[in-house]
């Protein structure tokens, strides 16, 4: 037997829980990383056994295992079936694996581009059908108020944008009405949704958008590689597929090639922030000499080059509901998370990143905000575009599912100067 059979071990990978006509819900697995070509999807019968994938048991002691915890037979040839299966996939630890992801690593690094891995998923591949959509359906739909400063900072949301369309209206539309003409760096700050190893990650590669090449500038992540106290390409990878930054780029790619004539050419800097163990441990993460060195680079990076960087974070708030294993939520439970959301979104306003952390920090495990990483380093290199930086909520939302009630909330959240 192949040694990622027998003793099946479950890579970190999205979980999901969706509805199916014929098994009523499957778990979908789905690999952040890029790395396996499709997904799984398991029905609920062999949940059990999946979830014994830990690389603790032999096939047949999952198969005794799981045969006790649903009162039925469950045979080992079964396991060995769903276990060799998921191999083949890529979502099993073994050699299958590791020899996929040497060779998707290989292409992914040797690439000066990262490709645009959502077009024609997530938004339109075709260039005239997302300018239009970008256009009509997502700034158009943005409610422009009285010009009132310079936008220096943005949160934006990370959600598809389909069902986003007006929350992104209102974070770019504003961007689009109160952008300096100087402003040609665009540090990127988004989630990684796949498990990350160091603090962040820097990516030294272009984003190609249906809408164009939108291109990295180096030497500004040359200067975060330089004082990163740990290894900042580690977890380049995961960049290959990570939506958070690609999204916000697609939107900067719309909104840039509109400037002036003899506006600097605009670059970006991508950054996924991770900050897991922090999460995961409930550490506070300007304790981390690492942590701070870097994101205090960051700071410095931006206060080098007054008014011309603009921080972004991709970053959504909570995800509660079926789909992330809880009940429907009812109205009264929908008010109660805006309220935290927008008690989130207060320090976040205030420049408050202590603050923040701790609010975010106290009820992860259950509103899941995915957006704390990116939302923190944001906050944390805000001195760096000087005194007088002001916060301004200019959109909340709840997307909800049309199926089964899930809800992700989202916001746009502007920063100005005068």
Known sequence: MPSALERPRLRPVETIVVPDARHGRLLVLRDTQGIAPGHAAIPPDLIPVVALFTGEHTCDEIARR?????????????????????????????????????EVEREFTSSPVRPASHAGGAYHADPTALRRYLDEDCLGRAARGERRGRMVALVAPHIDPWRGAVSYGHAYGTMADRLADDADTFVLLGTSHAPMRAPFALCRKSFATPLGLVRVHE?????????????????????????????QAVFLAHLLTSRPDGAPPPRIVPILAGLGEHQAHGKDPARDAAVERFLGTL????????????????????????????????????????????????????????????????????????????????????????????GELLHYEQTVDAEDGSIVSHAGLGYFVE
């Open 299 to 390: 700071e410095e990076l931006v206060a080098s080059r007054p008014g011309r960087v603009v921080l972004v974070a991709g970053a959504d708030l909570a995800h509660v509901g079926p789909r992330f294993g809880d009940a429907a939520f009812t109205e009264p439970e929908r008010r109660d998370l805006e309220a935290k959301d927008r008690a989130s979104l207060d320090h976040a306003a205030t420049r408050d990143h202590a603050g923040f952390w701790r609010h975010v920090s106290a009820d992860l495990e259950t509103r899941r905000v995915c957006g704390l990483a990116p939302i923190y380093a944001l906050l944390r290199a805000l001195p760096g575009l000087g005194a007088g930086v002001r």
């Open 219 to 247: 030497d500004a992540v040359d200067t975060l590689a330089r004082a990163a106290d740990f290894d900042p390409y580690r977890d380049e990878l995961n960049h290959k597929r990570e939506h958070s930054l690609e999204f």
């Open 66 to 102: 799981a045969s006790l915890e649903v009162g039925s037979t469950i045979t080992s040839d079964l396991v060995v079936k769903v276990a060799r299966e998921l191999d083949e996939g890529l979502f099993l630890h073994g050699d299958t694996f590791q020899r996929a992801r040497l």
